[in-house]
Structures are given as structure tokens and as C-alpha cells.
């Protein structure tokens, strides 16, 4: 399913070590219930569901990941600090990417449902190509990350296909407005392009917003999902996932200084991007505008910075700190949860176009 890279990566090399790292900020492998997901009927959503098939049978990205001798000469060129954000960056992606790969493989192979093996394999199809282009990247670095190595050693999590859908579709869409805003950054200061890679996010983003779409379509095909109690468990999902990503795009400021971009604004920019997007399917978004969102999100930044300063100078009293720290940030989480979100009422139609 994934294609050998053009080298040949050393077994577990330090990226493939940090990819395979379980922490709190770190993307995930995912294991579901195939029986459920066998279950699943796209006939309420039957026309917009054969659309979106036939557009990824069309593949318009099937000749985009193509890299180029520039790749190289910008490795050359990266300052040593910008140099270990940008690989955080890679790694993380490519475990994000390699994750929706091995998910979507997995459902298709254990599923005989006609419409979701479909899905499964474009999908897959999509992410096997982004995980390699990323990982031709690393290679540039002499860090290729083995992805056998990846596939049989990291931990998988077990979600419902209900959880599957939340954390999914809020991370394609996500995946979405992060990649077109730096795509839209670079497009105003070309000077910023500090690696080829940007350049190639327009179109990598189109196939993560068409992935979001059929994660759209199928919640709103059951829309038990979007309902009565889930309206909670889609908060908690929204919450986590954006505050996850503010406090992992503050730990690059050399990255995002390097694109010209401040964490604070661009992340704002993407919950923004994604709060709008989610309007097709999800019966609430939160209330970033909400002062005590931002500050929030600054106190769950200043604890995770807290506790990496603990960790770095170890010592006795290190278990005891960074179990106050946790509390700290368990409840910060929790009076974030509390505030109140924006009731939506989702569209008759489903779909979207990207058009940001
Ligand atoms: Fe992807
Ligand atoms: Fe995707």
C-alpha cells in the first residue's frame, strides 16, 4: 500500500523514534469497530455521496506529488533552530497522514460494504501519497521514517466509529485550513517559502477538505449523531482538537517566525476557517470570539510550557510538579468545556467547495 521511499532509511532513526513517541500533543493511530462501520447506509445522502465519488475516481492530484531538485537545495540552506521546528513539523505530519492511511486501508479490508470500501481505498490512496511526499522530504534530511516500522510498532487506539467521524472529519478539515492558510501566506510573501514543500499545499488541501466531505455526508446520513447527548461529545471533540493544536504550534515559534506568521493569529485563522466549515454538519461551534476562549488557551499554553520546564530539569520533586501541572491543565481544559457554545442550524445541503 505505501510505496518504498527512493532511499533506504535507517531502522529506527531519531524521526521514526519521534513519530512513534505516544504524547499528549502527538497524532494518533486509530482501530474501530469494522463490523459497525460495515453497517453504515449513505442513502439518505445518496446524490451527494455519488458526486463526491466521482470525484475521487476523476483523481486530479494523481500526478501533483512530484517533487523537484529544489527540495534538496532548501535543506542546505535552513538555519539549525528553524531546521528542528521544520522537522517537528514533518514528523508530525507524516505520522497524521500515515495514520488516516492505515485507517482507511484497515476499514477497507475489513468491510464489504460496496460504498464505504470505495471511500476507504480513495482515501487511503490519498494519504499513502502525502505520507510518501513528506517522507521523500525527511529523506532529505537523511531521516526517511520507516513506515513498516511505524505501522507495527506504534500504538493503536480503539475509537466507535462515532469517535472515528468526530476526530476524523474535525482533523481533514482542520488539515484543510491549516495547509491553505500557509499556502495563502506564501502566495502574498513568496519571500517566506523557506522550503517547496508550501507550494505544494494548495492541492494537497483539496483532497483533505473532499476527505472532510465524507465525513460530512456520512453523519448527516445518521443524523442520531449530531444529536441530544453527542452535542456534547462534539464540543469536547472540537475543544480538544483546537487546543491541542495551540499548544503545539506555540512550541514552533521559530517555524512559524520563518513563514512570517504569529501562532496566535494563524491559529485563530484556522479555528475561524474550520468554525465556518463545520456549519455542515455539526449542530454547534464554539465561541472563539469569547475572551475566556483566548485566555484559556493561554493558560493551557503556559501549564504545557510549565511542565516541559519541569521535565528538562528532572529532579526529585519533578513527579509531584508535573502532577499539579496536569491537574492544572485538567481544569483549565474544563472551564474552557464550560463555556458557551454557538447553537447551528446545519444546511439542506451538505456539501462545500474550499474557497478559502
Ligand atoms: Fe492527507
Ligand atoms: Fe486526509
Known amino acids: 500500500m505505501i510505496a518504498a521511499t527512493s532511499t533506504t532509511p535507517a531502522a529506527r532513526n531519531p524521526a521514526t523514534e519521534r513519530a512513534l513517541a505516544d504524547t499528549l500533543l ?18 439518505a445522502v445518496r446524490e451527494e455521496w455519488d458526486r463526491l465519488i466521482d470525484e475521487f475516481r476523476n483523481d486530479t492530484n494523481l500526478r ?3 517533487r523537484t531538485e529544489a527540495f534538496r537545495a532548501a535543506v542546505e ?43 476507504m481505498g480513495y482515501m487511503s490512496r490519498d494519504e499513502a501519497r502525502h505520507a510518501n511526499f513528506i517522507n521523500e522530504s525527511l529523506a532529505d534530511f537523511g531521516l526517511a521514517i520507516d513506515l513498516s516500522i511505524l505501522k507495527s510498532a506504534k ?23 491549516r495547509y491553505i492558510t500557509i499556502f495563502r501566506q506564501i502566495e502574498r ?8 514543500i508550501f507550494g505544494w499545499f494548495k492541492e494537497w488541501c483539496n483532497d483533505e477538505f473532499r476527505h472532510g466531505e465524507a465525513f460530512a455526508l ?67 461551534t ?19 510550557e510549565a511542565k516541559a520546564a519541569v521535565r528538562k530539569r528532572g529532579g526529585l520533586l519533578a513527579p509531584v510538579k508535573l502532577a499539579a501541572l496536569s491537574a492544572a491543565a485538567a481544569a483549565g481544559f474544563l472551564r474552557l468545556y464550560a463555556l458557551p ?16
Open 77 to 119: 540552506a535552513m538555519p539549525d533552530a528553524l531546521r528542528e521546528e521544520f522537522l517537528d513539523f514533518l514528523i508530525s505530519s507524516i505520522t497524521a497522514e500515515f495514520s488516516g492511511c492505515l485507517l482507511y486501508a484497515d476499514i477497507k479490508k475489513n468491510t464489504s460494504n460496496p460504498d464505504i470500501r470505495m471511500l
Open 286 to 304: 464554539l465561541d472563539i470570539d469569547h475572551p475566556k476562549f483566548r485566555s484559556g488557551l493561554e493558560r493551557l499554553r503556559r501549564i504545557a
Open 64 to 66: 501533483h506529488f512530484k
Open 189 to 196: 510573501h513568496p519571500d517566506r517559502q523557506f522550503h517547496p
Open 155 to 177: 500504538k493503536y487506539t480503539h475509537f466507535s466509529p462515532k469517535f472515528i467521524f468526530y476526530a476524523t472529519y474535525l482533523s481533514e478539515k482542520i488539515g484543510y485550513a
Open 218 to 284: 456520512l453523519m448527516r446520513g445518521h443524523p442520531q449523531l449530531l444529536k441530544g447527548p453527542n452535542r456534547l461529545l462534539i464540543r469536547f471533540f472540537i475543544l480538544a482538537v483546537f487546543a491541542t493544536m495551540y499548544v503545539r504550534d506555540h512550541s514552533r515559534p521559530n517555524f512559524y517566525a520563518a513563514l512570517g506568521l504569529d501562532p496566535t493569529d494563524y491559529d485563530f485563522t484556522v479555528f475561524r476557517i474550520t468554525s465556518s466549515i463545520m456549519r455542515q454538519v455539526f449542530p454547534l
Open 26 to 43: 502527538s497524532p494518533r493511530f486509530y482501530t474501530t469497530d469494522f463490523a459497525a462501520m460495515d453497517r453504515l447506509d449513505v442513502s
Open 341 to 356: 457554545a454557538r447553537s447551528n442550524a446545519v444546511p439542506n445541503r451538505v456539501r462545500l467547495t474550499p474557497a478559502w
